[in-house]
């Protein structure tokens, strides 16, 4: 018996090591070709180090004005996003109707729309309405497509907080919506977390809309001029494609790393209705 457990045990510990290594490879990989002057497709220990790869990616136009595109359209739908989720999710919350169900039901319908479905009526719309290859317009498509689901966790979120603490604010004379902003978002802060790491790192990482609705070079995110590194015949900069993924990748990292107590703290809520 004892020794079906260890061989159990030994079969689970390989599995993860393989589904480890798939993980890992790939960022090795980027770690190492960024400063190998011989980059290529293998994963090996770099002959020297160089950082001309970096040098070369550096620029305004290759780097910096993507990387800025990308800040503004991701960020500006995420906050977009949050907000709308915020509104939508609060009366699903906390007022009870036959037709929210069906209407979660709905919204969770959309999400499993393929993007490449809809994105066809989308452009003909927005040139219909002059939003075509306009930052305002992708902004806007952003965050309608990140909104179905983020509805569905900040509702999630939000039954968590007692519906008690607001009562007692609307006794106090607040409204519905100054209740809201100050008890039940700031109680809910890790779900807010979530909810906005998730919606901007489905952004960042997304270059089909950005492709198909922007049209002006100056404008595309860094999620599209990546494509650069991949030249005619079959050639591609392996060492700058794996330098300019690593500061492609640094905002999303730094977003995690600033939410991260957020997202551990979970929800102090224990006696906060006592008494």
């Known amino acids: 018996m004892a020794r079906r457990h260890t061989s159990r045990r030994l079969a689970a510990d390989t599995g993860l090591l393989v589904v480890a290594a798939a993980f890992v490879l790939p960022l090795a990989w980027v770690l190492l070709s960024a400063v190998d002057p011989g980059a290529d497709l293998r994963v090996k220990i770099p002959d020297g180090l160089t950082s001309a790869h970096f040098d070369a990616v550096l620029t305004e136009d290759v780097t910096f ?3 800025l595109n990308s800040l503004i359209l ?6 977009l996003t949050v907000v709308c989720a915020a509104l939508a999710a609060y009366p699903l919350s906390r007022f009870r109707s036959r037709l929210n169900r069906p209407f979660l039901l709905t919204i969770l319908f959309a ?4 993007i490449t479905a809809i994105m066809v009526p989308v452009y003909a719309l927005f040139v219909q309405v002059d939003l075509i290859d306009t930052m305002q317009g992708t902004v806007f498509f952003f965050a309608a497509s990140q ?6 966790l900040m509702k999630n979120f939000m039954d968590g907080v007692p519906k008690e603490l607001e009562e007692a604010a609307w006794t106090d004379g607040a409204s519905s919506l100054q209740s809201l902003v100050r008890i039940v ?18 952004m960042w990482g997304n270059f089909f809309v950005p492709f198909m609705l922007l049209l002006t070079p100056d404008q595309m995110p860094a999620a599209v001029s990546i494509n650069e590194f991949f030249g005619n015949r079959g050639m591609v900069a392996y060492g700058q ?3 300019f993924s690593i500061i492609y990748s640094t905002p999303v990292i730094l977003l995690y790393v600033l939410v991260a107590r957020r997202l551990g703290g979970g929800f ?5 209705v006592k008494g």
Do not use: E, H, K
Not at 111 to 114: C, H, Q
Not at 185 to 202: D, S
Not at 268 to 272: Q, R, S
């Open 185 to 202: 978002l700031p109680l809910m802060g890790p779900g807010v977390a979530v909810v906005t790491v998730f919606a901007f790192v489905m």
């Open 241 to 243: 494609l794996a330098a």
């Open 147 to 152: 909104l179905p689901f983020a509805i569905w």
């Open 268 to 272: 102090a809520l224990g006696g906060a």
């Open 74 to 79: 991701c960020g500006g739908a995420t906050l």
């Open 65 to 67: 004005r993507p990387l």
């Open 111 to 114: 999400t499993s729309l393929p």
